[in-house]
């Protein structure tokens, strides 16, 4: 019963989505089964927020996952990501992208990012502001075990579209800036994180080229 409903809406919202943009269903929160039940309806790329949670699922759900870390990461917590993450979107501060990179290379692999920008300005959200690209692209010049490869950023907290427009406007400015100023050894931009449930097809018409959708997938 409940794999047809997640069936059912994972095939509605392909159809809203082009084929270039990849959905990452963000399985938080949703038991093994349920998780097993969006790889089964063929969604292999899945978004987890809590360390946690993540490690208890990972083994457990079966098929070709690559899992994507979409939620505020503590340092302390980064070493149980290395060498089992395919991209961690929520690179939000310095000390946290400096951790990644030292774990990275204790364990010897190379881990994919997008950095976090808090465009909507909101204090309950992290990421950078957009005046601190260039310092925070700098500090990744320092980080040789990261790979950048785009942009991430949550849309901000209203209905009015044309505020949401502005903000996922925004991020992609910042995406073709950096592309055009820093594409290099361990800067490969290619992905553009934002949209979810409410508010992906605004976020799509701007540029976006992964969506992070939840609720939608489970809501009957
Ligand atoms: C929960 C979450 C999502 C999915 O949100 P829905 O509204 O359930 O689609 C996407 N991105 C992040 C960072 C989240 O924490």
Not at 14 to 40: F, M, Y
Not at 83 to 104: D, F, M, R, Y
Not at 179 to 188: P, Q, T, W
């Amino acid at each position: 019963m409940t794999e047809n409903v997640i069936a059912e809406n994972i095939a509605a919202i392909k159809k809203d989505i082009p084929e270039n943009v990849t959905l990452v269903g963000v399985t938080k929160h949703r038991s093994v089964e349920e998780t097993q039940a969006v790889v089964d309806a063929g969604v292999y790329d899945l978004g987890e927020n809590k360390v946690q949670e993540f490690l208890a699922k990972v083994d457990e759900v079966k098929g070709p996952v690559r899992w994507h870390f979409i939620g505020h990461l503590q340092r302390n917590k980064v070493k149980y990501l290395m060498g089992k993450v395919s991209l961690i979107h929520s690179v939000h501060s310095v000390p946290l992208l400096k951790t990644i990179e030292k774990e990275s290379a204790k364990h010897g692999v190379k881990t994919n990012v997008l950095i976090q920008f808090n465009l909507a300005k909101e204090d309950s959200k992290s990421g950078f502001m957009a005046e601190e690209y260039e310092m925070v692209m700098k500090e990744v010049g320092n980080c040789p075990h990261l790979e950048v490869q785009g942009l991430m950023c949550i849309g901000p907290m209203t209905k009015k579209s044309d505020e949401i427009h502005k903000v996922f406007k925004h991020l992609k400015e910042l995406y073709d800036t950096i592309e055009k100023e820093y594409h290099g050894e361990n800067i490969k931009m290619q992905y553009l994180s934002m949209g979810m449930t409410d508010d992906y097809p605004i976020a799509i018409e701007e540029g976006a080229t992964i969506v992070r959708i939840g609720r939608k997938i489970f809501n009957r």
